[in-house]
């Protein structure tokens, strides 16, 4: 977090500095636009840093003044002087305070409630009194990224030169002396390689690990619970890639919690878990990072942004319509747009999507939208690799040297190896790999080496599937600077960039997916794996846990509406069975062992849909994908059988025997409701209503709006019911009268439950 | 008056403007480029530098030579550095570019990279455009 706040000052005085000429031009003009916005997206910029560090104060008066700034660029205020004023207050006061939180000393917060208020129409103006500025020394220093590329192409030199004064040495036969001194050399210059390079590269951690944190403020503020899930934390990346991804990815990630993920009661409707799904995923795909951010939110609704476009007066109705749902979709990324009615502290002033692409794009990147309306969205943000250090793996083809990315590699084998066969299916070759079945490239073949028998395979994988490529040698691991070679050599679809290795001789990267693409392998995988990631599920997730009685059991996660610790006191043996009290409500509890010495009991609270039922166990422990493969259980019973998870037998819980078993069946929302209607309702609420709510009915005396009874149940003489609405259930006090006019005995609870379920359709 | 590098190539006489030149050099091994056009001889290391490496008579659609020659004339297009394969240098002067002579139509490769010529001593030299000779760039030029 340190560092984050160390380059968040950075920066913000470095755009101060940049911005001062800026602030002053505007003053004396204005009506000037790009001044406005220069000035509009400083003060957006640091309110979205100071979300995520935590800095309320510098967020409260950025926010004021964007406010502003925003009112002003939708011209529903004009800049006077006294505006002007008031905003560059503000932005003196971010100063201000920036310094102090670098010099680690307080600063009055009097007198920002005045500043904020200057903003606000007819205002007074204010004074603005310049206080001394008190400058930290700083700890770091901020170089241009060229200056770095100079020292890292020096240094290649100096690793070159080195190889070459030791070659000449080992030549010439000089004295042990003088190999001593190139041998320390030698590790000077290594491992000042490693310094130097690693200037220039950090790991996408950097990035990611403050997402945790932003993302729970940002649901927190909202009111959401998100569960965040990160991936691929240790791919490097430049370091001036990633400070160029941050803005974007916090933008994204923030319209996804803001935009995306729906709030709890729209999720439960939607049948969806509560807990939104959120997840950032970094990883290499040729010579390319690939970051992607998915959500299982309600997608981007294309109607909703086509009616806001056009109402923007972006775009007419008639070219919109002439417009691909993927070229709509896109429109999200037009300038001046927000998708969303309410303007939030978070997003949704329509200064993030389109900045968000001008960022990607400025570094060569490009952003991918994957639309699942209801179901998600996925964005997945590509960038070149260039100037990324990859490692690799060399392989020999022949005479010459390839490098492969060894991310791309699953395994290596030898051919003749056990378990490894060839064959020729036709004329295609095909390798087995244990039981594993794959196309096989000749390397060699394509490059048009002539055939030979294939020695080594490198099986690799590429989006949609792997396959095994023939090489004569594997030879050994380096880490390599890796540059996109010349469009002649590119064009080739072969190669994903050039190096220059220790050995002094240039060496061309593989490109594994332009070389299945090339050699025509089909993988039908690919667009099932693609509508698999765009609906965002991954797989049948389901909670491991121990159980009261020790045992390890497992259950679906989407059917748990949430685990929560109870009180052993809210658990009660009552009317029959096990009960729980939590939020007010009673529900059936299901507990396989014994509770009664603990304090507390985490309780899984189970919900199929309507009805919820309270299951204590021990620990949760963790959450896995389900297996599919189910070993039916013995007997029916709350076990529905046993799965294997890591070698170790599982138990899964029979959640269809428990719910029939143990549910309370009025719990149901969607029972028949059962009006009690007469003067004599007395008896009928105390004497009847628990008889048929125990048959499964809602049963009221008087129906609210919007509802509308299943049946009707009256007493004889009591007058004919008041509505006809539903189909009536007539009883009597006397039990002789045998019921010709279709009345039932008031006490004849066979008989009187029986009549219900005819006309109500009751259970 | 523009400097001009007087250079054999294919066994003509040509000029190159001194503007396209980054230095010259005589490149060390070359490491083939499977696949790729056949104008491209492959890649040399230049310093801490990849270069791609032209054959020049391929490019000019000329019979190839014997593939010995390692001088070569480096460029740079677009970032990439290119090492253009000459067959030797002779001379560095000012010279004053003309048109080519009304009437005079160039053949086939040469006429997509003259320029115009310069006179030497009386003798005309063509004028040529290493930028024409890139492959993926020429197509655009």
């Known amino acids: ?763 | 008056m523009p400097l001009f590098l007087i250079a054999q190539v294919a066994g003509r006489t040509v000029a190159i403007e001194s503007s396209q030149v980054e230095s010259v050099v005589d490149i060390g091994a070359i490491i083939p480029v499977p696949c790729s056009e056949r104008h491209v001889r492959g890649l040399a290391a230049l310093r801490s530098r990849v270069v791609t490496v032209i054959e020049t008579r391929a490019a000019l659609g000329l019979p190839e030579g014997d593939g010995t020659g390692m001088r070569a004339v480096i460029t740079i297009v677009d970032g990439h550095h290119y090492a253009m394969l000459v067959d030797s240098l002779e001379d560095v002067a000012p010279f004053d570019l003309i048109p080519l002579s009304a009437g005079i139509v160039l053949d086939s490769g040469w006429l997509r990279v003259g320029r115009g010529i310069i006179e030497r001593d009386g003798e005309p030299i063509l004028a040529i455009e290493l930028n024409a000779l890139i492959p993926g760039i020429a197509a655009a030029a």
């Open chain 1, 1 to 763: 977090m340190d560092d984050l706040l160390q380059e968040f000052i950075a920066e913000t005085r470095e755009t101060l500095e940049a911005l001062s000429g800026e602030i002053v031009a505007w003053e004396s003009a204005p009506a000037d636009r790009e001044r406005l916005d220069s000035i509009f997206r400083f003060v957006h910029t640091v309110k979205g840093s100071c979300g995520f560090l935590d800095l309320p104060r510098l967020a409260r008066l950025s926010h004021a003044a964007e406010d502003v700034l925003a009112a002003v660029r939708s011209g529903e205020r004009t800049p006077d002087t006294r505006l002007v004023n008031a905003v560059l207050a503000i932005v003196d006061r971010v100063g201000e305070i920036v310094e102090a939180i670098d010099a680690g000393h307080a600063l009055d917060d009097t007198g920002e409630d005045l500043l904020i208020a200057a903003l606000d129409t007819g205002s007074e103006a204010i004074v603005t009194s310049a206080a001394p500025v008190l400058r930290a020394p700083t700890r770091s220093v901020r170089l241009n990224v060229d200056l770095l590329d100079r020292m890292m192409s020096g240094m290649s030199d100096m690793v070159l030169a080195r190889n070459e004064l030791a070659r000449r040495l080992r030549d010439e036969g000089v004295d042990p002396t003088i190999e001593a001194a190139l041998e320390r050399l030698s590790l000077t210059v290594a491992e000042m390689r490693d310094t130097v390079t690693r200037t220039r590269m950090q790991k996408i951690e950097a990035l990611f690990s403050a997402l945790p944190r932003m993302v729970r403020d940002t649901a927190a503020e909202l009111g959401k619970t998100v569960a965040l899930h990160i991936e691929g934390s240790d791919v490097e990346l430049d370091r001036e890639m990633i400070e160029m991804m941050r803005d974007p990815l916090v933008h994204l990630i923030r319209n996804s919690i803001d935009h995306g993920l729906e709030g709890a009661a729209d999720r439960r409707s939607a049948g969806k878990r509560e807990t939104g799904w959120l997840s950032v995923a970094a990883r290499q795909s040729g010579n390319q990072i690939v970051i992607e951010i998915a959500d299982d939110g309600r997608g981007i609704d294309t109607a909703r942004l086509c009616e806001k476009v056009v109402a923007a007066g972006l775009r007419t109705e008639s070219a919109l319509r002439a417009m691909s749902e993927q070229a709509r979709l896109e429109l999200v990324f037009e300038p001046g747009l927000s998708t969303k009615d309410v303007v939030t502290g978070i997003s949704g002033r329509g200064v993030g999507m389109d900045v968000v692409r001008a960022n990607v794009e400025q570094i060569g990147g490009r952003i991918e939208l994957a639309n699942a309306p209801g179901k998600g969205l996925r964005i997945s943000i590509h960038v070149p690799l260039t100037l990324s250090i990859m490692s690799t793996i060399g392989v020999g083809v022949r005479d010459q040297r390839f490098a492969i990315s060894r991310q791309t590699i699953e395994e290596i084998v030898r051919v003749g190896a056990e378990s490894i066969r060839i064959d020729r299916l036709g004329d295609t070759m095909m390798a087995t790999v244990r039981d594993r079945r794959m196309p096989l490239v000749d390397l060699g073949n394509m490059l048009g080496f002539g055939p030979r028998d294939p020695a080594m395979l490198v099986i690799v994988g590429v989006s949609g599937g792997s396959y095994a490529l023939a090489v004569d040698t594997v030879l050994d691991h380096e880490e390599l600077v890796i540059k996109p070679a010349a469009p002649a050599v590119m064009a080739t679809n072969i190669y994903a960039g050039q190096t220059l290795p220790d050995s002094g001789l240039p060496m061309l990267m593989l490109d594994c997916a332009g070389i299945a693409q090339l050699a025509g392998l089909v993988f039908t995988r690919e667009i099932v794996a693609e509508d698999d990631a765009a609906t965002a599920t991954p797989g049948v997730q389901a909670l491991l846990f121990d159980d009261l009685d020790g045992v390890r059991r497992i259950v679906p996660l989407s059917v748990i509406d949430r685990v929560e610790p109870v009180p052993a006191t809210a658990i009660r043996y009552a009317a029959g069975r096990l009960r729980l009290s939590v939020d007010g409500a009673i529900i059936p509890l299901v507990a396989l062992g014994r509770w009664e010495a603990k304090a507390s009991v985490s309780v899984l609270r189970l919900r199929d849909g309507s009805v919820e039922l309270g299951y204590a166990i021990g620990e949760a422990l963790d959450i896995v994908e389900l297996p599919d493969t189910l070993v039916p259980a013995h007997d029916s019973g709350p076990i529905a059988g046993v799965v294997a998870i890591d070698g170790e037998q599982i138990e899964v819980i029979d959640l269809h025997w428990l719910f029939s078993t143990h549910a309370d069946p009025n719990a149901a929302a969607d029972a028949p409701l059962c009006l009690l209607e007469g003067a004599d309702s007395a008896w009928l609420t105390t004497f009847l209503r628990p008889v048929l709510e125990a048959a499964g009915y809602r049963v009221t005396t008087t129906l609210r709006p919007g509802e509308t009874a299943g049946v009707i149940v009256t007493m004889d003489g009591e007058g004919a019911p008041t509505s006809r609405v539903a189909p009536v259930v007539r009883l009597r006090r006397d039990p002789e009268s045998d019921g010709i006019d279709g009345s039932i005995f008031r006490y004849d609870r066979p008989g009187l439950l029986a009549a219900l379920a005819k006309t109500a359709g009751g259970r």
